[in-house]
């Protein structure tokens, strides 16, 4: 296993879309490893293939408290939502950086794992937020594009801050 620099802000490649995955090989399981090490040591929840300059459509992730919970998404898709969310998000890619964004408070996503088999992961809170983030990042989107910046938005559903 190896680190991977941290591509920041600034840099177009943050812009671009991602290609799926088509071969699960030992070229896969090298970035796989390489990013899950870069994240842990980052001390961040998530990162996606293209913030360690790779175009292709891998996420790694681990919202848990004690870094129990590790995740492998390749060629993720959101499958269903419920409800939402207003809370604090950051990116490894914007150090310093941090705003509240409006995101679905449970997110259903479906990815294959290192040897292709699709699974289903359900997400709650921190974990939801993260999947949104990291599937974002593989089009190009970063939290600031979805960031609330008018307090009246982020009062309630009610409708009462509209
Ligand atoms: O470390 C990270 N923290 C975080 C907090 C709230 C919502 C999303 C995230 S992801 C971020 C790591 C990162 O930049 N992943 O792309
Ligand atoms: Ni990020």
């Known amino acids: 296993m190896a680190t991977r620099n941290i591509v920041k802000v600034g840099d177009d490649i943050l812009r671009k879309k991602s290609r799926p995955v088509e071969k699960f090989d030992k070229r896969l399981w090298q970035l796989l490893d390489d990013m899950k ?3 842990y040591l980052a ?5 996606a293939a293209v913030q360690v ?8 992730l681990d919202c848990s408290q004690d870094r129990s919970d590790y ?3 390749i060629n993720p898709e959101i499958i269903d939502t ?3 969310q207003r809370e604090q998000e950051g990116c490894l890619s914007l150090p310093g950086e941090c705003g509240i964004t409006l995101r679905p408070a449970v997110v259903r996503v479906k990815a294959q794992d290192r040897d292709g ?7 709650e ?6 999947f949104c983030h990291e599937i974002d990042h593989l089009d190009g989107i970063l939290f600031t594009d979805r960031e609330i910046k008018d307090v009246s938005e982020i009062q ?4 009462s801050g509209q």
């Not at 001390?43 to 990162?47: A, K, M, P, R, T």
């Not at 300059?53 to 790694?60: P, Q, Y």
């Not at 088999?117 to 997400?123: A, D, L, M, S, T």
């Open 37 to 39: 090490e870069t994240m």
């Open 125 to 130: 809170g921190l974990k939801a937020r993260c």
């Open 117 to 123: 088999n699709w699974c289903v992961y359900k997400g």
């Open 43 to 47: 001390n961040g929840v998530g990162l």
């Open 71 to 73: 995740l492998e998404l």
């Open 53 to 60: 300059g790779v175009l292709r459509r891998v996420v790694v």
């Open 156 to 159: 309630n559903e009610t409708g």
């Open 82 to 84: 419920e409800g939402e």
